[in-house]
């Protein structure tokens, strides 16, 4: 490519553009977290806040499992684990400490902290294996948490256990202080993700994704590394688990360790975007209230079972890069056609192609082509 | 007469006869296609509810009902493979096919719970309730069947991998699929048919499963797919031989841990899975892959 050609590309990108990637992203994420933050006061019907205070904790589980799971490509479907355990601490401790009202929401954090105790053992066990068998171990510690939950005195068994709710709550705002503090929670969550990403952590963790054995080679002390992002993954996943508990105000083991929560999370992510930032937060927008409404609908579970694994396989087999990273792929190519338009060529429709770069895209939307 | 503990062993080793057979259909598809089938579950309760219905509506004797319910499990694992896996290339095909899996095994089981509800029903012929002494040991007839056709189905398996072109075809593919695509083999065909029969051995499985448990529901795959994937984990992935004798030892330590505490015996899988894969991560009969990822 002649020195002229390369210059004209550099054209394409003029100020407009630059103005709309470096601006777009941001205005968007303000608008959203506005939106979010008025909400409640927008759709006072405890229908609607209830909706809203689920939907944000799984905002927060699904960039939870992201950051481990989408970054490092160990799919994880054991999460179950972490929020069954916040979640049945926070309901043990309420109870043996008598705490009740605001004071609960305080174990909200020690919950995250008992998930992330287990977490250790767990990642220690679990990440000495890669693949379908990690997958599978994964699976095996669900099954064994579900199993302990229905079978140990200290969960109340099978017949399970009731969190006191706060009565003296004012029915109608009764679900703003979930609201808010779930959206504290998910906010969080997914700046942490963003941080993540950018930093040389969550690129060791991709480095491990791409090819392990070559990031060990290359330096990165692979399991530390692991074990860590399963362990802050872990302490999300426990406080969501335990201010959801709260929020529902029971726990029965099937529920708690339920074997949907842990594909709900993943088809959030897979749904927007494994591996990005904004991907599995637009996941758990999109598909929580929609399985919450269809629950809603319809008093029978199997209806709504099987139009998940429907959604489920069309995501996996019409968008298997999830719906943010093959929308950014649209959009390059369509550009790439614009650009193209008084100048045909192949090595200039081989350089629209090209992604743009990372640090251009502060809400961290994939680039097109730096998704695997 | 047999001791309590002779009589568990004994029954832990025919209940695993059916168990191997199961996990040999699962260990046989990770093999060829490198997929793990978690709807493996689902089919084998599927697989009962044909059996069920064969035999309440037809009043087709169970055996007989295998004559039909066994191509029928072969020709959904095929469409299943056909619609759904096969489509699933690139670097995250090893994630999208065990979800695809599991999305799969969702739909069966809503369209199940759709049909019959979530009543426990169980499969009854003369033999399921009948039993005989021998040697000293009290053995319901319905193990010695399942211990029987599972053999027999597996003897079958053995014939097809090693003494067909088929077979052969299959074992290349296990090796080297790349190498097997070079010399002629049509990958794509054997993938599909090896699929259509790790579901067709689940009909058998479902049959006997149906008649031993005491009860089903569409949700029972879930406790079928944990023993299975900790079997062949165990075994070491893609080890028929070594799938086998996992699965009678491991239902016979459940049979054993049975007898003193009933509520924990299932938690024998997933404890050995955890202690074994701390020790061997290849699994006990598995080989380490030269380069795992």
Redesign the interface.
Known sequence: MTAGQAKSIRAGTGPADQLRERWLAPCGLAVLLVFVAVFPLLFPNPTATNFGVVTLIFVAVAAAWNIFSGFSGYLSLGHAVFYGTGAYFLVVAARDWNLTGAAVFWLVPLGGVAAAIIAVPLGLVALRVRRHTFVVITIAFFFIAQLSASNLGITGGSSGLLVPVPTSWNPATYNNPFYYLAMLLAAATVALSWLVRRSRFGLQLRAIRDDEDRAAGLGVRAMPVKLTALVVSGFITGMAGALWVYFIGEAFPQFVFDPLFDLAVVLMAFFGGLGTVAGPVLGALVLEPTQLYLNLQQANGYESEILFGVLFLAVILFLPRGVLPTAAEYVTAARARLRRGGWPGRTGASQAQAPPPAADNPAGTPAAGSAP | MATEIEQAIAAGILGGGIYALMAAGLTLI?GVLDI?N?AQGIFVVLGAYLSYVLSVHLHLDLLVGLLITVPAMFVIGVVIYWL?IR??R???R???T???C??????I???L??EFGSNYVSLSAWYTTSSVHLLGFYLPDIYLIGFGLAVAAMAALYLILYRTTFGRAVRATMQNQVAARLIGIDVNRVSAVTFGIGTAVTAIGGMVYGAISGGFTPNSG?DLI?RL??IV?LAG?GSIGGALVTAVLMTTAEALVDIWQP??S??V???A??II??VR?Q?LFGRRAA???
């Open positions: 990770f793990i978690v759904f489509p699933l690139g670097a995250e090893t994630s999208m065990l979800l695809a599991f999305a799969v095994a969702l739909i089981e809503g369209v719970y759709k879930y944990s994937l900790a984990i992935m509520d924990w299932v938690a899988f997933y404890l899975l955890v894969l701390t991560p699994g380069r795992a990822q």
